[in-house]
């Protein structure tokens, strides 16, 4: 049994399941996919000018010897250029002289303006229906209010581990007959294995027959949201189509799906022990049973769910998520080299791959003398040998663009770029979002991108050391970090309470209204401060918290509901804050 389709608020229909070519496949050639994805039975389309996948799908349509009239296309505006020219572009692509569903591929790249275009679209038939994508409920709003036509779709990031956060929005869609699609949906198998869904979802599989991926799809389905997806192997793609002939799972395993994901997904090893003293990391390195795996998402987007957490038997041992074993040979080395060993690290014949691998991961989890010294080293031994830094192999090839490389006589000291990112100097922000990408060295680009954004797109597009790549993740920080703000007052960090603490549900409540109050304080004290300059927010957020726990200025009762808890408060405040500045790189992303 076919999935079948799903009737739109103008009257047109949707396929109410896709296949997706989006960031995993983003650039390449997805011809023989898309082949696959017909051959099995995929009708609807899914792709986007910043995909760069369109001619590909183009080519895979007309192979099929299929009619236009068997397909539906959708593809976004992603704010390359003009929407006018975008448009033109895609028909050109896809070969095809009108779309079935074209969408505003993020906020950041379209107003009312824009909206008005994309009406202007349907109505000249150039796109049968339209829509939006990556809105939350504040934007979805705000665009309706001023839309003459209601979008169509919205078309966002859905699974069971933020459906509870994504409520209101489904809510609103539904009052406004506003179809809701879902992208990386499977994020519970490929991203979260090991999760709190995992025990709900393999009872309903087991119940069914069926696969822990299909459980999930049939979740998506009983939302009655249109699914996204996507797949390299033909027997995963029939797997998803397969969904359509399942019974529909019971109230129960609805309930019980949507109460394991409330809790949002669960953090990454890295995460758990972010916060942990080197000695107590290294601790734990030791205790543990670690595998090295350089697998990417993209690569394990196929796997299959695992029941068992990671580390609670021998066969799933713990992994450490994107390191090498290069990197952690090379921080083992310094753990427990000797002295004689460090002299020569530090000679005309230092190993500057193995320093540049142990400043990485030795940044990454805080080892803070071992990455100083391994940064001072590789300072002076580019300032030796300028012409070095150009031999050394990159560690994210994806990122490794041609720009990337410094240009003759402008070599670069890490430490350099390092200081330049950390103090926000603001020279050669550029040169220091390259050097942070060729080495992967997430902290320092979290922060070189961040500054830049505040530069302002009219001095991105000016700034010709910037790659095109390089610009797109910078309007995806300026979105993400912007919609970060908007759910931060309502997502305070979890305060561990003192053992003298006597009411901790009435604690948690104070606590919550103090988190959200000295988030609003901070957008008062400079009214003109931009809403993506989150750090500036935060930091005055984490002032004020202080300020109040230390008595330095009056409590005016934010703190009667926490009298045992206030140091926990500050540093819940504090912890929330680092948290959000170590991870500025995930902001400026290539996903939508």
Not at 8 to 19: M, V, W
Not at 349 to 375: G, M, P
Not at 414 to 443: C, H, M, Y
Not at 579 to 592: P, Q, R, T, W
Request: with cysteine.
């Amino acid at each position: 049994m076919p999935f079948g389709s799903v009737k739109l608020n103008d009257g047109n229909e949707i396929p109410s399941i896709a296949f997706g070519t989006g960031s995993k496949w983003k650039g390449h050639d997805v011809t023989a996919y898309v082949e696959q994805a017909i051959e099995v039975g995929f009708s609807h389309i899914d792709t986007a000018q910043f995909y760069q996948t369109e001619t590909y799908i183009g080519d895979a349509i007309k192979e099929s010897g299929l009619a236009r009239s068997d397909f539906f296309l959708t593809s976004k505006f992603s704010g390359l250029g003009t929407v006018e020219q975008a448009i033109q572009d895609s028909l050109k692509n896809l070969g095809v002289s009108q779309l079935d569903l074209y969408l505003i591929h993020s906020p950041a790249w379209g107003g009312s303006a824009v909206w008005a275009k994309l009406e202007g679209f349907q109505k000249a038939g150039l796109a049968k229906s339209i829509g939006v994508s990556n809105y939350d409920l504040e934007g979805l709003q705000s665009l309706v209010k001023d839309a003459t036509v209601v979008p169509a779709v919205n078309q966002i990031n859905f699974s069971p581990y933020n459906y509870t956060q994504h409520k209101p929005l489904l809510e609103y869609a539904a009052k406004h007959d506003i179809i809701i699609e879902a992208y990386s949906s499977l994020s519970p198998v490929t991203k979260y294995p090991g999760g709190p869904v995992d025990k709900p979802v393999a009872e309903a599989a087991k119940r069914l027959g069926a696969t822990p991926t299909q459980v999930i799809l049939a979740w998506v389905r009983s939302k009655g949201v249109v699914i996204v997806t996507t797949s390299s192997k033909k027997d995963r793609m029939q797997e998803y189509l397969d969904v359509a002939d399942l019974p529909e799972l019971t109230t129960e395993e609805i309930e019980a799906i949507d109460k394991a994901g409330s809790g949002g997904p669960p953090k990454s090893i890295v995460q758990r022990i972010q916060w942990c003293k080197p000695v107590a990391c290294l601790a734990l390195l030791g205790l543990m049973s670690w595998r090295l795996s350089s697998e990417t998402d993209s690569s394990r987007s196929d796997s299959s769910m695992t029941v068992a957490q990671e580390g609670e038997i021998d066969d799933n041992p713990i992994r450490l998520q994107g390191d090498t074993a290069e990197e952690f040979r090379a921080l083992l080395w310094a753990l427990y080299a000797l002295p004689h060993e460090f002299m020569l690290a530090t000679g005309p014949d230092a190993n500057c791959v193995q320093l540049v691998h142990l400043a990485r991961i030795s940044h990454k989890y805080q080892f803070r003398s071992i990455e100083t010294w391994a940064l001072g080293v590789l300072n002076s031994y580019f300032n030796l040998n300028p012409t070095a830094f150009d031999t050394l192999p990159s560690t994210t090839p994806t990122l490794n663009h041609p720009n990337n490389h410094p240009t003759e006589g402008s070599t670069p000291s890490l430490v350099q770029v390092t200081e330049l990112a950390t103090l926000w100097e603001g020279k050669d922000l550029a040169l220091a979002i390259s050097i942070g990408e060729r080495f992967n060295l997430k902290p320092i680009l979290g922060l070189a991108y961040f500054h830049m954004m505040l530069k302002g797109r009219q001095h991105w597009d000016t700034e010709a050391s910037l790659s095109r790549d390089q610009r797109i993740r910078l309007l995806s920080g300026y979105y993400s970090l912007g919609k970060l703000w908007d759910v931060l007052p309502s997502q305070p960090p979890v305060l561990t309470h003192s053992a003298r603490c006597t009411s901790q549900q009435r604690c948690t409540k104070a606590w919550g209204a103090l988190w959200k109050a000295s988030l609003e304080t901070s957008s008062s004290i400079i009214p003109t401060l931009p809403r993506e300059d989150i750090l500036t927010r935060l930091g005055l957020a984490e002032a004020m918290v202080k300020a109040l726990v230390e008595a330095q200025i009056p409590s005016q009762g934010f703190l009667e509901g926490i009298p045992h808890c206030r140091e926990s408060a500050r540093v819940a405040t504090q912890i929330r804050v680092r948290e959000i500045k170590d991870s500025l790189a995930d902001y400026f992303s290539d996903e939508f």
